[in-house]
T-cell receptor, first 111, second 114 residues
């Protein structure tokens, strides 16, 4: 089954404690992206990757890092989380026809 | 830059009512347009898409037509069901442009009552 898998789905952490949200896709897509969803703001792109070892900033990259060492994986790293990073995060990969496949989301709370 | 504007929600309808959710866009190029749906507790799923002017996307009874002259992509359904209750996002695909991403509207919550 084609899917994008994110972990963890829910996480509560404290300010400054490094965390990683993993993302894996099994569709051999080259393009992957991270979005955050906040009430009244819709989805905003954090980072994207066109292929292995090729990443670039989206609209709201501050406070985040990513890496793309393998085609299937695109982890999101919060080196020193802050409360304003409390959000719902989505990883997505893109079909050649342009539409995105989304994971089920990771709800992060930073205290 | 490119942007998407969709109507504020929530939209509350009775079962079998007609649905319209308005979406307009601003784009410098020739984007693809999408509607995504997000059911409670889930990720976004593609509902329908259109890749060029005058194309009509359709799926599960929903339709939207890419109108270049009015820069619109309104979502319609003739008879909504309780199971259609969800958040609907209009999006613009700017893959040939500088930003290389999907740009989303803020979402419209639809609540259908029995």
């Amino acid at each position: 089954e084609a899917q994008v898998t994110q972990n963890p789905r829910y996480l509560i952490t404290v300010t400054g404690k490094k965390l990683t949200v993993t993302c894996s896709q099994n569709m051999n897509h080259e393009y992957m992206s991270w979005y955050r969803q906040d009430p009244g703001l819709g989805l905003r792109q954090i980072y994207y990757s066109m292929n292995v070892e090729v990443t670039d900033k989206g609209d709201v990259p501050e406070g985040y890092k990513v890496s793309r060492k393998e085609k299937r994986n695109f982890p999101l790293i919060l080196e020193s989380p802050s409360p304003n990073q409390t959000s719902l995060y989505f990883c997505a990969s893109r079909r050649s026809t342009g539409e995105l496949f989304f994971g089920e989301g990771s709800r992060l709370t930073v205290l | 830059g490119d942007s998407v504007t969709q109507m504020e929600g929530p939209v509350t309808l009775s079962e079998e009512a007609f649905l319209t959710i308005n979406c307009t866009y601003t784009a410098t190029g020739y984007p693809s347009l999408f509607w995504y749906v997000q059911y409670p507790g889930e990720g976004l799923q593609l509902l329908l898409k259109a890749t060029k002017a005058d194309d009509k996307g359709s799926n599960k009874g929903f339709e939207a037509t890419y109108r270049k002259e009015t820069t619109s992509f309104h979502l319609e359904k003739g008879s909504v069901q309780v199971s259609d209750s969800a958040v609907y996002f209009c999006a613009l695909g700017d893959y040939g442009g500088a930003t290389n991403k999907l740009i989303f509207g803020t979402g419209t919550l639809l609540a259908v009552q029995p």
